[in-house]
T-cell receptor, first 112, second 110 residues
Framework: DTGVSQNPRHKITKRGQNVTFRCDPISEHNRLYWYRQTLGQGPEFLTYFQNEAQLEKSRLLSDRFSAERPKGSFSTLEIQRTEQGDSAMYLC??????????FGDGTRLSIL | KQEVTQIPAALSVPEGENLVLNCSFTDSAIYNLQWFRQDPGKGLTSLLLIQSSQREQTSGRLNASLDKSSGRSTLYIAASQPGDSATYLCGSPREGKSTFGDGTTLTVKP
């Protein structure tokens, strides 16, 4: 399977814990995106990488959120001191310039 | 700031019916317009991408149009099937922040 891969698929954690998600994009794609989606809503943009450079961040990405793409390949999204409102589906997408974005199946985060 | 709206939020049709899903956007300087399908618990699957210089794209039973002057896009589904049941989202992807509608949940009844 050469699609976008996200791990884990589901994460359950207690409020206040830190969590980290991983995204492996399609190998030839140099652009990588993170989104958050809640039930009944469309995806909300969080951040965007071109190669290893983080070029844009949403105001939704508070100081508890950090994303990295250290070698321009896979990316991680970390949430520190999780809160109830962080419960959502976190989606990763990748693309080449001017081409459609391809999405992974997401990581569903549940905060107890 | 680009805003994307999709109406209705839900639609139920009998199998075999042709249908149109609507997408409205506020900024006519749109880069691209992309239609996606999302099944429950899954990510988004790209259906059609209309670049800003294009007016429509077709794939099988699907046809998407783009009218930048009116700020509208439509997705036409011909001869609907139960397997078409899903949430359909439109979005304005760009090299950075992308904006999506909240989707139309389609149910096709056998």
């Amino acid at each position: 399977d050469t699609g976008v891969s996200q791990n884990p698929r589901h994460k359950i954690t207690k409020r206040g814990q830190n969590v980290t998600f991983r995204c492996d994009p399609i190998s030839e794609h140099n652009r990588l995106y993170w989104y958050r989606q809640t039930l009944g809503q469309g995806p909300e943009f969080l951040t965007y990488f071109q190669n290893e450079a983080q070029l844009e961040k949403s105001r939704l990405l508070s100081d508890r959120f950090s994303a990295e793409r250290p070698k321009g390949s896979f990316s991680t999204l970390e949430i520190q001191r999780t809160e109830q409102g962080d419960s959502a589906m976190y989606l990763c997408a990748s693309s080449s310039s001017g081409r459609p974005q391809h999405f992974g199946d997401g990581t569903r985060l549940s905060i107890l | 700031k680009q805003e994307v709206t999709q109406i209705p939020a839900a639609l139920s049709v009998p199998e075999g019916e042709n249908l149109v899903l609507n997408c409205s956007f506020t900024d006519s300087a749109i880069y691209n317009l992309q239609w996606f399908r999302q099944d429950p618990g899954k990510g988004l699957t790209s259906l059609l991408l209309i670049q800003s210089s294009q007016r429509e794209q077709t794939s099988g039973r699907l046809n998407a149009s783009l009218d930048k002057s009116s700020g509208r896009s439509t997705l036409y589904i011909a001869a609907s099937q139960p397997g078409d049941s899903a949430t359909y989202l439109c979005g304005s992807p760009r090299e950075g922040k992308s904006t999506f509608g909240d989707g139309t949940t389609l149910t096709v009844k056998p």
